[in-house]
């Protein structure tokens, strides 16, 4: 299971950073490597909603950031999974 928005969210989370840079963060941090075409549709889907937005490029690269609406998105998906976690962990006891 995985969520290419929270990965790219969570990638943009502690700083701004260019795609190439943002897949690298994701294959280092969750040992998940997308390619360009999964990475890129995952941005422009979460530029779209407000989520992440596009910064002024630098060295002929784009580097995007996190807005707050995406910080509160990400807030929301970490403390949902946290919940699944909790009740797999729960029930793996009773198993």
Excluded: C, W
């Excluded at 190439?20 to 294959?27: G, K, L, M, S, V």
């Excluded at 941090?29 to 999964?38: D, H, I, Q, W, Y």
Aim: hydrophobic share 40%; no cysteine; aromatic share 4%.
């Amino acid at each position: 299971m995985q969520d290419v928005g929270l990965l790219v969210l969570s990638s943009l989370a502690d700083e701004a950073k260019h795609g190439y840079a943002i897949r690298q963060d994701i294959e280092d941090f969750a040992g998940v490597r997308l390619g360009p075409g999964t990475l890129y549709g995952a941005i422009g889907r979460l530029e779209e909603d407000g989520l992440i937005r596009a910064l002024r490029p630098a060295d002929g690269r784009k580097p995007y950031e996190i807005t707050r609406s995406g910080r509160n998105e990400l807030d929301r998906k970490v403390k949902a999974l946290r919940a699944i976690v909790r009740s797999a962990e729960r029930r793996l006891r009773l198993a």
